[in-house]
């Protein structure tokens, strides 16, 4: 068994998040959210993982994996799931494999969909029911066979949505090459597995168990690392001067925390600066963020950001790599904002 992680895409619903970096080198609860796909596939035994990247993302995600037992492949053009698995298909060679989106967190990992491949099975869906299935794929079930596959419908037959975890038998290979480029150009994942039906093929569907987080939206990356730093294990081993600690609160090797509170849940990275400050729950910051004279909670900030004598209260928030939110003592009492594109900036 092999594993592909797709890592390819722009991550346009992010931006100006994702505007020079991929989604999948995004931290949450102090660590890229690409590591944690890569440890679910190596604790599901999967040892020979490939990664496909675009020209765009390559370097970012060779830095994010140094040290990981990865290859790369190449997907010069954005055209699909199914032409990215077509892009890997020397890596992949006639083994079965997990195909699974980058950018997706689960919390019980990809175990129990590898545990439902057997013989005669020709793919395994991860499966989780939603609330709006419309901006998913859909499936319609018979006992545990998925018997349809709808992408995106106006009116869905069934709230189980097609999370971002496939199994496949080399069998994907005599349907992927037939395929045509759907509406919107690209050639879809869930044309293959409707053509492995239309084929008469057992398809499997497993829900997913625990939670699953497909990291999209602002939103969705602040409720990932909530749900991840609730299951954090309380680590201290930078330097601590009067300050108080309380809760599941991890500080990493050279940081500092000065004359603060921190509340855990919470992630403090290696070389971040905490100093006068106020550090709630549900809070990462990446390696070598300041926070001074401020108070954050529920938020998330990457590396080398800094906040900085701020007289309200940061919640619900994100600061990408070296972003600066700082406080402007004396006249004229103005704000200054230099924002990115799609920007958004909320003031009290």
Not at 58 to 79: H, S
Not at 182 to 190: F, L
Not at 326 to 347: C, F, K, T
């Amino acid at each position: 068994m092999k594993g592909l992680i797709l890592a390819a895409g722009r991550g346009t619903r992010l931006r100006p998040l994702t505007h020079t970096r991929p989604k999948p080198v995004i931290r949450v609860a102090g660590r890229p959210i690409i590591h944690y796909a890569v440890e679910n596939l190596l604790q599901a035994g999967v040892r020979e993982i490939g990664v496909v990247v675009s020209p765009e993302t390559e370097k970012d995600l060779r830095l994010a994996l140094e040290g990981f037992p990865v290859r790369f492949v190449l997907q010069e053009e954005p055209q699909g799931l199914a032409h990215a698995v077509a892009v890997a298909r020397d890596f992949l060679g006639e083994s079965p494999f997990v195909l699974y989106l980058g950018d997706n967190l689960f919390q019980k990992g990809v175990a129990p969909y590898l545990e439902a491949f057997r013989e005669g099975v020709s793919a395994v869906l991860a499966l989780v029911r939603v609330q709006d299935p419309r901006q998913f794929g859909v499936a319609v079930m018979e006992k545990d066979r998925i018997v349809r596959l709808v992408e995106k419908p106006k009116e869905p037959p069934s709230d189980l949505a097609v999370a971002g975890v496939y199994v496949f038998s080399p069998e994907v290979w005599k349907v992927i090459p037939g395929l045509k480029p759907s509406a919107r150009g690209e050639y879809e994942i869930t044309d293959a597995i409707q053509a492995l039906l239309d084929r008469k093929k057992r398809v499997v569907g497993v829900e997913v168990q625990g939670w699953w987080k497909d990291t999209g939206r602002p939103e969705d990356l602040l409720d990932a690392n909530r749900l991840l730093l609730e299951e954090l294990a309380p680590r201290v081993e930078g330097e601590v001067v009067e300050s108080a600690l309380t809760g599941r609160v991890v500080v990493e090797k050279g940081a500092r925390v000065v004359r603060s509170t921190v509340i855990g849940p919470a992630f403090i990275g290696e070389g971040a600066v905490v100093e006068g400050a106020y550090v709630g729950p549900f809070t990462s910051l990446g390696p070598g963020v300041r926070v001074a004279g401020s108070e954050v909670e529920y938020a998330i900030l990457e590396d080398h950001a800094v906040l900085e004598n701020v007289p309200v209260r940061l919640q619900e928030s994100i600061l990408g790599v070296g972003a600066r939110v700082m406080s402007r003592n004396g006249l004229p009492r103005a704000h200054r904002l230099i924002l990115g594109d799609l920007s958004q900036v909320e003031l009290a």
